[in-house]
């Protein structure tokens, strides 16, 4: 029988254990981010007829024509984001909830996570989702995140989990001095970013190319 359709085969730690060793092959060395990426339940954010595929390195629909991000594009950001070797990252902001995975990894290994989702159904499941798996570091909002969320800010950290199809300036003016962004830019053609805000100004690292829903504007 193959494991991964075995309701208990799923959520087995072999299972995860898999995730975490595809991960590192594929170059994620952060012991940190590998371990609260063991510890989120993957499956439980995707609907029950997906879950048999939730540790695949796919990204899978959530509705609303958006998906849950790749396994390794989660990892990989928050590792970018926390490899800042002068600064310890404590407040992040996320924008783009989606179902709401990656900000329950981000609360395993950051202080306080804020997250921002512009479709409502969505914001109302993570928000569901986030309650039941125990996770209270989590401050969700309903809104529009292109320009962020200011009020909160400023942040040690920002991670966005849709493309842009142009780096805003709007968004690094909420890092804190020593702060880190990471973010999908472009449209057909995608580039992760790593922002670095610095005394004198910002430093942009292009990473790797990426692929990304788009970010939209307003609220749905
Ligand atoms: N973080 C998610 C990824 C969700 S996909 C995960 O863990 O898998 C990206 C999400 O960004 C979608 O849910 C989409 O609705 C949202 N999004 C797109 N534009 C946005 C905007 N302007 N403000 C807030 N959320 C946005």
Redesign the pocket.
Known sequence: MNIRHSGIGMTSSRTRQRMIDRLRVQGIKDEVVLAAMYEVPRHL?VDEALASRAYDDV?LP?N?E????QPYI?ARMIEVMRASVTFPIKRVL????????????LAHVFPKVY?????EP?YLRAKRQLAALNIHNVTLSY????AGWPAMGPYDGI?M??ATPAMSTQLREQLVVGGRMVLPVGRLEQWLYLVECEQQGFRESKLEPVK???????K?
């Open positions: 954010f990204s959530i609303y958006q998906t849950i991000s989660v996320e924008i783009g909830t989606g179902c709401g995975y990656q900000a329950a990894v997250s921002v989702e512009r479709i969505l809104a529009d995140g292109s991670i989990a849709a990304f829903v788009p970010l939209l504007m307003g749905a």
